[in-house]
């Protein structure tokens, strides 16, 4: 496995001739499309099928019900689990499906040997994360048993494996009351055969202000659960300035303060599956980016002619383009096949459990085709 990027004057012919690997092969694993016209600077796949995997780790990757049937029979071969998104649930415990029926989904990962995983969430009719849901449920032992227990029957009913605990905006109040909401969860969920795991906003230190962090205690949870997701990702956002979504050298940062807190056999570093395109200049409160997928970026850069960047310390891809049907330059941020390396390297370097993609709605190739060159997949 190689990682080439593109210089100018480049062709996929040449290229194909310089590595050894058909023009065929490397059009299908890159989702080049005919004439295969490339991008200064961008990176593709080299793959010749000879690398050699050296160690197993868990993959998991979110998924809503309206995901493309292809796109998930595509994914699932190089998925442990399959977190699917989501279930809700009222102030007193009761549970809420999803909008669409995702029975397909179970069945589906089923069929390639995946786990199913409910994931829960506290999003309130707005679909914003709603942390009154959660104050009412953690402290409340009645509700709390209720929940767990609609819990239980839903997985018995579907066929769902283990329960992902995704809560965000915990006030700090309710800390303690979460991290004892997680471990009922997850004693009840163990004795059924059942697994727990929980998403941690990606904390640098026990004492970080901010109500994404002050609810969430990572001794207290690692603790508890089965194993835990570091949300790392989102510090380029949809409102925020134009960045790496994420950037390296912030995502090392938040790993080792959790491997303070948690052994690493317990820790699946998150990554993310999209990018962003901004509008420039930025606003605060007037800018929004909008999210695209990886493949889409390079495509778009192909089309305006743009060169692409690296980032050295964030370890991402980025160029600038300029709009002429509306006068307006842009900036990108995305991922490509050098910062998916740069993330596998880091799960190594730490020993960490495996890695969660946010999210698998869009067909990244290179991502798995590498993901297979780096790990084995481990089946639950």
């Known amino acids: 496995m190689r990682i080439y990027v593109v210089q100018p004057g480049d062709t996929l012919n040449e290229i194909a001739g310089k590595t050894g690997v058909s023009t065929y092969q490397i059009a299908l694993d890159n989702q080049l499309i005919y004439p295969y016209e490339l991008a200064v600077g961008q990176a593709l796949l080299i793959s010749d099928g000879s690398g050699g995997p050296d160690r197993n780790i868990y993959v998991s990757g979110y998924a809503y019900p309206f995901i493309s049937r292809w796109v998930l029979e595509q994914t699932l071969p190089y998925l442990s689990e399959l977190p699917i ?22 069945t589906a990962a089923w069929a390639k040997e995946v786990a199913p995983i409910l994931t829960l969430t506290p999003l309130g009719p707005d679909g914003r994360f709603n942390n009154n849901l959660i104050s009412s449920v953690v402290n409340n032992p009645i509700y709390t048993q209720n929940l767990i227990q609609n819990l239980l029957a839903v997985m018995e009913q579907k066929g769902y494996q283990g329960v992902n605990i995704d809560f965000e905006y915990i006030r700090a109040q309710d800390r303690d009351a979460f991290t004892g909401f997680v471990r009922q969860v997850a004693d009840t969920m163990r004795a059924y055969g059942y697994r727990t795991s929980v998403a941690l906003a990606p904390k640098v230190s026990a004492d970080q202000e901010g109500l994404l962090y002050q609810g969430k205690d990572y001794g207290g949870l690692g603790a508890v659960a089965d194993h835990v997701l570091l949300m790392t990702y989102e510090w380029g956002y949809t409102y925020g300035p134009p960045m790496a979504v994420a950037p390296l050298n912030q995502v090392r940062r938040v790993v080792e303060y959790a491997l303070e807190e ?14 962003y395109d901004w509008p420039l200049p930025f606003e605060r409160g ?12 390079v495509r778009i850069a192909v089309e305006r002619g ?31 096949v050098r910062s998916m390396q740069a993330r596998f390297d880091l799960i190594k370097e730490y020993g960490l459990r495996g890695c969660g993609y946010w999210q698998i709605m869009q067909w990244f190739r290179a991502n798995w085709v590498l993901l297979a060159d780096n790990f084995i997949i481990q089946r639950l």
Do not use: C
């Open 306 to 336: 743009a060169d692409i960047q690296f980032d050295e310390i964030a370890q991402s891809p980025y160029f600038t383009y300029f709009d002429n049907r509306t006068g307006v330059e842009h900036e990108v941020w995305f991922e490509d």
């Open 85 to 106: 998104f989501s279930y809700g649930f009222t102030s007193y415990g009761e549970l809420l499906a999803p909008e669409l029926d995702e029975t397909w989904m179970i």
């Open 286 to 297: 007037v800018t929004k980016a909008d999210s695209i997928g990886n493949v889409e970026a």
């Open 262 to 275: 948690i052994p690493a056999a317990k820790i699946d570093l998150g990554i993310p599956n999209y990018g």
